[in-house]
T-cell receptor, first 109, second 115 residues
């Protein structure tokens, strides 16, 4: 069945550094790739998404890149801040979305 | 406007009992999704509706799980003969269209505990 692998499972960075989270997916029919941020005890919230007709998208400190040939996509956060600390999930699909296992990001002041 | 509303927020039940979890999507959203999230894991897909019909129910783990959306708005996830392994947060999400990959908006979830 469809599968999304996400790495790393935990990531610790110093405030101001960059953070990169990578995902691979198995279903070549996937055409939508959102990223969600989930704080402890809260609902997942969309932070950025990309569709398969685009290779890269940026929104302020957050960017996502997509390589459809290799079936992988990445989240890049620059100038990290302590409030970026949370669990981040990638997802892939078209209609139905399959989520990765999450990356716990810790930004140390 | 109101977001996705899920009730109850917490449910404790005994093994073997039947439970119903309710989801009220954002008004006008035609697609509705159910996911299950265990501690430290990503949301696990269960089922998604496009209007009143289940567009994909391939994630339902077994025939104890069933979901309905009779009028294309509110949805109910029904679990029969609950087991301790069913304990998790059940998340509902809705999106404007679904098939055009519009973003999913999640509710706060129902935390189900089976004792």
């Amino acid at each position: 069945g469809e599968n999304v692998e996400q790495h790393p499972s935990t990531l610790s960075v110093q405030e101001g550094d960059s953070a990169v989270i990578k995902c691979t997916y198995s279903d070549s029919a996937s055409n939508y790739f959102p990223w969600y941020k989930q704080e402890l005890g809260k609902r997942p919230q969309l932070i950025i998404d990309i569709r398969s007709n685009v290779g890269e998208k940026k929104d302020q400190r957050i960017a996502v890149t997509l390589n459809k040939t290799a079936k992988h996509f990445s989240l890049h956060i620059t100038e990290t801040q302590p409030e970026d600390s949370a669990v981040y999930f990638c997802a892939a699909g078209g209609g139905k979305l399959i989520f990765g296992q999450g990356t716990e990001l810790s930004v140390k002041p | 406007g109101a977001g996705v509303s899920q009730t109850p927020s917490n449910k404790v039940t005994e093994k073997g009992k039947y439970v119903e979890l309710r989801c009220d999507p954002i008004s006008g959203h035609t697609a509705l999704y159910w996911y299950r999230q265990s501690l430290g894991q990503g949301p696990e897909f269960l089922i998604y509706f496009q209007g009143t019909g289940a567009a994909d129910d391939s994630g339902l783990p077994n025939d104890r799980f069933f979901a309905v959306r009779p009028e294309g708005s509110v949805s109910t996830l029904k679990i029969q003969r609950t087991e301790r392994g069913d304990s998790a947060v059940y998340l509902c999400a809705s999106s404007l269209m679904g098939q055009d990959n519009s973003p999913l908006h999640f509710g706060n979830g129902t935390r189900l505990t089976v004792t």
